[in-house]
């Protein structure tokens, strides 16, 4: 039998695919992420709130969609307001609580004040730090601008968040829960060096904080999504996104929706004895790939 936090789905392990996302398309509609099966009880996060950032498309939308869906009620974040307001109607369909935020996670006062906020309009119980991205080019070409864009971002805007959530949590003795989504680092990330870097960063900024923090009752963790299709994938030229299917030995891409259900294990009773630890959900990519997200240099062609 299931444990309580878990209800038994016939779907739940349906694989996706292509036919399953709008023709032309990376990534799921609305309407498709709103049905995805899920193994967690419906009331799970009841009376919980939940921060995610970055939660106007990808991963972030899929994992402030699935707390909806098991009671939590959301605080979201991003720069792009129209995406986000997407993204809050559909919450508000689950029955959820939302409140809104347009900004950048580089800018420190503003994620301060944020924070500040929503702790004060009711708390928060969990962060989710999804927000981030980067581009595809080969490091020896960098620019000082770009280069540190990606840094700003991934790794300072991380832990503004980070650490601005755990003050409030210190100050109020309450418990408290940070996720980071960070990426498939253990192998390098050709073509994303400047990522690759600064999710290193946050992974380890993560490990020594779970131990900092620990005596202020706050778990710490980081997933790591291997190549796991979203809208962004069609920010990717084309004959490298058409390879990412192959990146793993499954042998086929990962869903949004599973790097939320693994979220929601973090966050859940099961995650209550986890901290200070990265879970790698890539379909194996961490063991055997050849992932290149600016396409293949000749180079590595040869005798292929």
């Not at 540190?148 to 980070?162: E, P, R, S």
């Not at 003795?173 to 690759?196: E, F, L, Q, S, Y």
């Not at 979220?263 to 961490?286: H, M, N, R, W």
């Amino acid at each position: 039998m299931l444990p309580a936090i878990f209800i038994e789905s016939a779907n739940m392990n349906k694989r996706y695919s292509k036919a399953d996302a709008p023709p032309g398309k990376f990534g799921f509609t609305d309407e498709q992420l709103a049905e995805k099966p899920t193994v967690f009880r419906n009331d799970l996060f009841k009376g919980k709130r939940v921060l995610v950032s970055g939660a106007g498309s990808g991963i972030g939308k899929a994992t402030a969609y699935l707390f909806a869906r098991l009671g939590a009620d959301l605080v979201i974040c991003g720069r792009n307001e129209e995406r986000l307001a997407i993204t809050e109607s559909w919450l508000k369909k689950f029955g959820a609580k939302v409140e809104t935020y347009s900004l950048s996670i580089r800018d420190h006062d503003a994620v301060a004040a944020m924070i500040d906020k929503a702790y004060a309009n009711g708390g928060i119980d969990y962060q989710i730090n999804n927000a981030g991205g980067q581009f595809s080019q080969k490091a020896i070409d960098y620019s000082v601008k770009g280069w540190n864009a990606v840094i700003d971002t991934n790794l300072n805007g991380t832990w503004y968040m980070m650490q601005n959530l755990a003050r409030n949590w210190r100050a109020s003795g309450k418990p408290g829960h940070i996720i980071n989504i960070v990426a498939d680092i253990w192998r390098g990330m050709p073509d994303a060096a400047h990522t690759c870097a600064a999710r290193a960063g946050v992974v380890y900024l993560s490990k020594t904080v779970a131990v900092e923090w620990a005596e202020h009752n706050i778990q710490v963790n980081c997933i790591a999504p291997g190549a796991v299709e979203t809208e962004g994938f069609g920010n990717y030229p084309p004959e490298a996104s058409a390879t990412f299917a192959q990146a793993n030995p499954m042998m086929h891409v990962g869903e949004s929706h599973d790097i939320a259900e693994a979220c929601a294990y973090l966050a859940a009773p099961s995650g209550k004895f986890i901290t200070g630890e990265v879970i790698t959900v890539d379909g194996g990519q961490q063991l055997w790939s050849d992932l290149w997200l600016y396409g293949k240099p000749d180079y590595f062609k040869r005798g292929a």
